[in-house]
């Protein structure tokens, strides 16, 4: 059995004059993230590593998460390949993972969260929101053999307002 945490960023900022991997948290986004990660940490969801975009809202993110669920930051690594909107590279990323890691975190991006979501799960979702999270489990022994899991948990900033 294999598990993924997936988290969309939370909501950036479009006022600064900086590149899209340079972009900040909103202040809702940073209250959004202490309020799913601080539920969240009711679920008892320990990974084995934790992955995250290169983009500073997604690191930002990545870090208030650590902070609320007293996830070590040793255990966070950032990935280029998590710095994706469609899915592809995602996918293939994931698939390459060690086979040892059986439960893992990530915070990216949409569209690509979103279609993975959809095309990995069983519940449709029209939309990851930011500071979104979704928990796919599978099946599998294997990373590579990445196939259609189920959508065990879905938690959305506007769900717990």
């Known amino acids: 059995m294999k598990e993924i945490i997936f988290v969309r960023h939370a909501k ?10 340079e972009r900040p948290l909103k ?5 959004d993230s202490h ?15 934790i992955f995250s975009s290169p983009a500073k809202r997604a690191r930002k993110t990545c ?24 899915g592809n590279q995602l996918v ?37 929101p930011t500071a979104g999270l979704v928990k796919l489990s599978f099946d599998i022994d294997n990373w590579k053999d990445l196939k259609k899991g ?3 948990i879905t938690i959305f900033p506007r769900d717990l307002k």
Do not use: C
């Open 12 to 21: 950036s900022s479009w006022d600064y004059d900086v590149s899209d991997r």
């Open 27 to 31: 202040k809702r986004g940073i209250n």
């Open 35 to 49: 309020l799913v990660s601080n539920y969240f940490k009711q679920i008892n969801f320990a990974p084995d590593i």
């Open 63 to 86: 870090k208030i998460f650590l902070e609320n669920l007293d996830f070590p930051i040793s255990n966070m690594k950032i990935e280029e390949d998590i710095y994706d909107f469609g």
């Open 92 to 128: 293939n990323f994931i698939k390459s993972l060690d086979n040892d890691l059986q439960k893992i975190m990530i915070f990216g991006h949409n569209h690509a969260l979103t279609s993975i979501a959809n095309t990995f799960g069983t519940k449709y979702i029209d939309n990851v």
């Open 150 to 152: 189920v959508t065990t």
